[in-house]
């Protein structure tokens, strides 16, 4: 792999945070820049991608083929749709974790 130097200006706070952070990590300021902005690549192209595929989505054939998911087959045991007391239940766990 190629490797080349490049300037970076970064305001002295983003800066100070980023240390504070790769610090924290246990890896070099170096390596955290990298794979931040390997992060940021992959999500712009993760966007562009799905853009792309909505882009040739044929929304009435999708339509159909939901329509007639599972048709004629009972739920797998444990597939069943939770009761509206049991749905509250889980709502008001996750609030108390949080």
């Known amino acids: 792999m190629r490797k080349s130097n490049f300037a970076l200006r970064l305001q002295p706070s983003l800066l100070d945070e980023a240390r504070k952070v790769a610090e ?3 890896v070099a300021l170096n390596q955290f820049i990298n794979v931040a902005v390997a992060e940021k690549l992959s999500a712009i192209r993760t966007e562009s991608y799905f853009e792309e595929r909505a882009g040739r989505a044929d929304v009435g054939k999708a339509l159909a083929i939901l329509r007639r998911a599972g048709l004629g087959n009972r739920p797998v045991p444990g597939d069943e749709m939770p009761t509206r007391k049991a749905r509250l239940r ?9």
């Open 24 to 26: 924290s990590e246990g």
């Open 90 to 98: 889980k709502r008001e766990g996750h609030r108390a974790a949080r």
